[in-house]
């Protein structure tokens, strides 16, 4: 296992989680990170994405300004702080690297993938 996310669980409606993504056998520092999300029968989804150097950040319009992505390249970690959460963002969370050294949305540019952590938030 390259890339291991964990943090999730429980939590109600406005409260806060913070998943962490732990990078073992290689440093992804010079890649772009992402997490991505898939609730049950729906297609998996970008949630944030960071570049190497985190200058650049991107998010998903339906997370944007409740979510921030980090990382700390020394640790080779990269985190998911989620706040004021809602029940539509139950889902299993998902931690990826890119081929490229900046952020993407696309599924298709990240070529490491954890084994996800499920978040479930209740209303």
């Known amino acids: 296992v390259q890339l291991q996310a964990s943090g999730g669980g429980l939590v109600q409606a406005g409260g806060s989680l913070r998943l962490a993504c732990a990078a073992s056998r290689r440093t992804f520092s010079n890649n772009g990170m992402g997490w991505f999300r898939q609730a049950p029968g729906k297609e998996r989804e970008f949630v944030a994405g960071?570049?190497?150097?985190?200058?650049?950040?991107s998010y998903a319009d339906s997370v944007k300004g409740r979510f921030t992505i980090s990382r700390d390249n020394a640790k080779n970690m990269v985190y998911l702080q989620m706040n004021s959460l809602k029940p539509e963002d139950t889902a299993v969370y998902y931690c990826?690297?890119?081929?490229?050294?900046?952020?993407?949305?696309?599924?298709?540019?990240?070529?490491?993938w954890g084994q996800g952590t499920l978040v479930t938030v209740s209303s």
């Open positions: 960071l570049s190497w150097n985190s200058a650049r950040q």
């Open positions: 990826a690297a890119s081929r490229y050294a900046v952020d993407s949305s696309s599924t298709s540019d990240y070529n490491y």
